[in-house]
């Protein structure tokens, strides 16, 4: 509900030369999420915890229970030179990072995780991860746009990349943080 609230600031506020806040993922301790969201809000960063009802069954009882929807992540509504201010809460391990930059989410995939935390029926999250045989596109660096099929994971993704006309292909290594999978 801070969001909205935080839209209707926006709206009611003339910006006169602030810094835009722009919503960022960072990685807590296992089982930390809900300790490190009390300290940030103790600190006035805004910050969203996405908790999701389950029903979790015991040998002798059932229970309802919220649990973070997203194991270790927490979101926060932060200028980028105040970013580092949320290292002084304990339980936070780092940003979350996609081709070495970190990551920033869109008003609008926020807006998603809440509607998904509304939802009574289960949700299961999925990672992008991706497996032998995939079709991936590689997003930075040298070859960035080209798309290949992953043939091993050992330390560096080795990718296959196809030259139809010559009915060849060729063999890279690449780092996992400049690909993902193909849409």
């Not at 059932?62 to 270790?72: I, M, R």
């Amino acid at each position: 509900m801070q969001l909205i609230e935080m839209k209707m600031l926006e709206e009611a506020i003339p910006v006169l030369a602030v810094e835009k806040k722009n919503w960022y993922v960072l990685v807590t301790k296992p089982k930390y999420e809900k300790k490190v969201s009390s300290g940030l809000s103790k600190v006035n960063i805004i910050n969203y915890l996405p908790l999701h009802k389950q029903q979790r069954i015991w040998h002798d009882r059932k229970k309802w229970v919220e649990t973070p929807l997203f194991s270790s992540y927490i979101f926060v509504n932060i200028e980028e030179r105040s970013r580092n201010k949320v290292f002084g809460i304990n339980g936070i391990v780092k940003y979350i990072s996609n081709a070495g930059r970190v990551s920033i989410l869109k008003e609008e995939e926020i807006e998603r995780i809440i509607r998904l935390c509304s939802y009574l029926g289960e949700v299961e999250i999925e990672k992008n991860n991706v497996k032998i045989g995939e079709e991936v596109e590689i997003v930075s660096g040298h070859f960035k746009g080209i798309r290949g099929a992953v043939l091993s994971m050992k330390g560096k993704y080795k990718l296959s990349i196809a030259i139809p006309g010559l009915g060849s292909y060729a063999k890279i290594e690449i780092d996992k943080e400049h690909i993902q999978k193909a849409m």
